[in-house]
């Protein structure tokens, strides 16, 4: 008898936890319905990508000096560099240069060891294309600019959450002239006492030359 | 309580208003009644498909909002004609049988799903006299049509020629045949209160004394059990096994395109409205306010039978119980979002350990009370 009245009352804890649980899981969907929505409407409203975003690689043909370092330091050494030995001068003439991005993985080693620094990231990501043939970009191609997002006439610039004012967290009707949350490492230097100051900016460059 | 037929005026009879009218042209009553036949019918699909669009709109804003998303947007304002356009699409669509298919019962299969739910629209009362037809076996005619369907999903599940497809026929079947009998069972709590299986007699029975006589304060844990069995008949998402995506693709629905699959799916859409109404019928009062009428009109002073005052009452009924059937469907999505799918051991055990016992208990409970207190559980 008392077996049957704890089973039943196992029971109704039981019930009456489940629905305690609901609830409290209803209450946090109900409490997302008067939250504003999070969509960046993609082709007219666009991400501003990120400071040091490795997008599509652009080239500067006229800096290159043919060293062929990029293709080293490339994991799967996939920059074509087309150069021919000029008998004359005695020096390197370069024809073409060329990166497949249908192969790339945008690891930015070339750039970052281009003694020219003729190679550089940009913020442009989109390389869809119907053939993957076409996402071989040759000297002319790389050369070009992408459009920025933020000067397109056609597309509303969006900051990303950590580009935001402080407290902000929806990017639409921000203020564009509001400064980010935060201080820029030169803002931080001018609240440094003057000769902390000094030494900060002085530091990295000592090491520099001792490096 | 219980206000006998023949106290209530006549009222808005349209149906006598427009047989009337057109013997008044000099018709023969029956050609009047020919004439009248098919417009109950017209507003029975015309008010099923809207109430769907309705529905699949709201489902789609309603689910944007949780995840904080838009939802439809461009197609017409805020995106209202969205619905339009997915049926449209689906009308335009080829309608494939697949080749060793059972072309006739992979026909017949959603005609079979969809039909039962249509028909059940003639119990729906939106008014004393603004239902379809007051049939003396309402609720009953009901729970009948509603046990028809798992025959058109097994149908559509077999004639596939799928295994996925045959495992959500089968699974729809299990489900509808468990969850039928709590259901049943929740209903005839109600019917026992209100000594009549008609839903006019249901919500004539709740109308005395506005929001404090509906049906959910004597009958809450019926109206639990109604819930969720309403839920699980219309395949709703803690209950979706049938076409549960992740492991049965689209369950009986798999091989479907075209309108055939705009058939299961409008099916399914009415049934959440239908049930979603019958809710309200059984136990929010149906068309009641929640004041009663009758003192809002003795307030001003009017007559309950002034023209005006009919008029106003029968507009208010329509649209107290779309708004109770919409605000329980809202609490549909919104239960979609909340909770996971439940396994289908999980499933019939809810069914037959817990809503069965939960529910014959309930009726025992009702019995008791009506006996105990025939003052408030009907005499």
New interface residues.
């Given amino acids: 008898m008392f077996g049957f009245l704890k089973k039943v009352g196992d029971y109704t804890r039981d019930a009456v936890g489940a629905a305690n649980y609901l609830t409290q899981g209803l209450s946090v969907t109900f409490d997302h319905l008067r939250r504003r929505p999070i969509t960046v409407q993609y082709p007219y409203e666009k991400l501003i990508p990120s400071e040091r975003y490795r997008g599509r690689i652009h080239y500067e043909f006229d800096k290159c000096i043919a060293c062929e370092v990029c293709v080293r330091v490339c994991p799967i050494n996939l920059p074509v560099v087309d150069w021919v030995m000029n008998k004359a001068t005695k020096k390197k003439e370069l024809r073409n240069y060329s990166i497949d991005f249908g192969v790339c993985i945008f690891c930015g080693n070339c750039v970052e060891y281009c003694p020219t620094n003729c190679l550089s990231m940009t913020e442009e990501y989109e390389l869809a294309a119907f053939d993957r043939h076409s996402l071989n970009y040759d000297n002319i191609a790389l050369g070009r600019l992408p459009t920025s997002v933020s000067s397109d006439p056609a597309v509303t610039p969006l900051r990303e959450l950590a580009y935001l004012p402080k407290g902000e967290m929806d990017p639409h009707g921000v203020d564009p002239t509001r400064p980010r949350a935060g201080q820029l490492p030169a803002q931080v230097l001018e609240t440094l006492p003057k000769a902390a100051a000094a030494a900060a900016t002085t530091a990295p460059a000592a090491e520099e030359t001792n490096g | 309580m219980v206000i006998a037929p023949a106290v209530v005026s006549p009222g808005l009879d349209l149906e006598s208003s427009f047989t009337q009218l057109l013997q008044g042209f000099g018709l023969s009553p029956g050609a009047a009644h020919l004439l009248w036949l098919p417009l109950p019918m017209l507003l029975v699909l015309v008010a099923a498909v809207v109430g769907v669009l309705v529905n699949v709109w709201l489902e789609r804003k ?1 689910s ?7 939802g439809p947007e461009y197609a017409g304002a805020l995106g209202i004609l969205q619905p339009m356009a997915d049926g449209l699409k689906l009308l335009f669509k080829e309608d494939i049988i697949p080749a060793r298919a059972d072309g006739l019962l992979f026909t017949l299969g959603p005609v079979l799903v969809l039909v039962p739910v249509i028909l059940s629209w003639l119990v729906v009362p939106f008014g004393q006299h603004l239902l379809i037809s007051n049939v003396g076996v309402g609720i009953f005619l009901w729970i009948s049509l509603s046990s028809i369907q798992p025959i058109g999903l097994l149908m559509a599940g077999y004639a596939s020629n799928n295994k996925y497809s045959l495992l959500g026929g089968l699974r729809a079947a299990a489900q509808s045949i468990s969850y039928e009998i709590p259901l049943a069972l929740a209903v005839l709590a109600i019917v026992m209160m209100s000594n009549s299986l008609s839903t006019v007699d249901i919500v004539n029975q709740q109308t005395g004394a506005g929001i404090l006589s509906w049906n959910i304060w004597r009958q809450p844990v019926g109206f639990l059990i109604f819930w969720i069995c309403a839920l699980a008949e219309c395949e709703r998402l803690p209950f979706d096994l049938p076409e549960a995506e992740e492991e049965l693709v689209a369950g009986y629905q798999t091989e479907y395109s075209g309108m055939k699959f705009a058939l299961f799916y409008l099916g399914s859409y009415i049934n959440l409205v239908l049930s979603a109404l019958l809710v309200a019928v059984l136990y929010l009062g149906g068309w009641g306010f929640p004041l009663p009428v009758e003192w809002i009109v003795g307030l001003t002073g009017q007559s309950v039978d002034a023209p005006l005052v009919q008029v106003i009452t029968a507009t208010t009924g329509i649209v107290m119980t779309v708004l109770k059937a919409y605000l329980l469907v809202f609490f549909a999505i ?2 979609r ?3 996971p799918r439940v396994r289908i051991d999980q499933l019939l055990d809810l069914g037959w350990k ?1 809503l069965l016992p939960i529910a014959l208990v309930n009726l025992l409970v009702t019995a008791g009370l009506k006996l105990a207190f025939p003052a408030f559980f009907g005499g």
């Fill in positions: 309603i944007a909002a949780v995840q904080q998303r838009i919104l239960l979002w909340t909770v817990f």
